[in-house]
């Protein structure tokens, strides 16, 4: 790395501090940015900045947004009652990719991790609650991710809200399509032999 001049060595160092990215692939990444033209480069440098000084938490649902109201929470083909809670904005993606759900999303930004020292008031279940008090919520789908974590704050959830006239439901979560039955570890079969339905 100390071949390079300071300004790529610079360059190389600040890829290298995104998730995922070790510092041979930085270096790869840097050169085909130098190699580039210099309108490629400011596009991304622009599309970097744009996002922080752009993109906000929709004020409802906390997804990502370029207005107050993220596009979803505008939409009126969406259905109100039905209330999907996840942890991440990726995570509203990745429902909405499987097309199999047709309401509003609440997005806690985070998980319970006492470990880590993040507690109720340090994700938007808060919100939550005041959503479901002042919206026409009938069911809330607790989305949140199948390890430890996500799985105490759907039952964390799941407490706080049972006394509110609602159904509360837990995605479901099983073997893989495709999965080969041997190769799936306990709590997921475990998991997979609760949640069976009949046929
Ligand atoms: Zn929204």
């Given at each position: 790395m100390s071949y390079y001049p300071a300004s790529v060595q610079n360059l190389i160092k600040n890829i290298a501090k995104l998730p995922g990215i070790g510092e041979k692939t930085a270096e790869r990444l840097a050169m085909h940015i130098l190699r580039g033209?210099?309108?490629e480069a400011e596009q991304l440098a622009q599309s970097i900045l744009n996002v922080k000084d752009k993109v906000k938490f929709c004020v409802r649902c906390?997804?990502?947004?370029?207005?107050?109201?993220?596009?979803?929470?505008?939409?009126?083909?969406r259905d109100p009652a039905l209330l999907c809670v996840v942890e991440q904005p990726a995570d509203m993606v990745a429902v909405e990719k499987s097309g199999a759900f047709g309401g509003m999303y609440h997005i806690l930004s985070g998980a319970l991790s006492p470990m880590n020292g993040i507690g109720p008031e340090n994700i938007r279940i808060r919100e939550l609650i005041a959503r479901v008090?002042?919206?026409?919520?009938?069911?809330?789908?607790?989305?949140?991710?199948?390890?430890?974590?996500?799985?105490?704050?759907?039952?964390?959830?799941?407490?706080?809200?049972?006394k509110y006239p609602i159904k509360i439901t837990r995605i479901a979560s099983g073997v893989p399509m495709g999965?080969?039955?041997k190769y799936v570890d306990q709590v997921t079969l475990k998991r997979a032999l609760e949640t069976r339905h009949a046929l």
């Open positions: 033209s210099r309108q906390f997804a990502l947004s370029d207005g107050e109201l993220c596009r979803l929470c505008s939409d009126p083909s008090e002042k919206d026409q919520v009938k069911e809330v789908v607790l989305a949140t991710g199948t390890n430890v974590e996500g799985e105490a704050t759907a039952s964390y959830i799941a407490r706080i809200l049972e999965g080969d039955l």
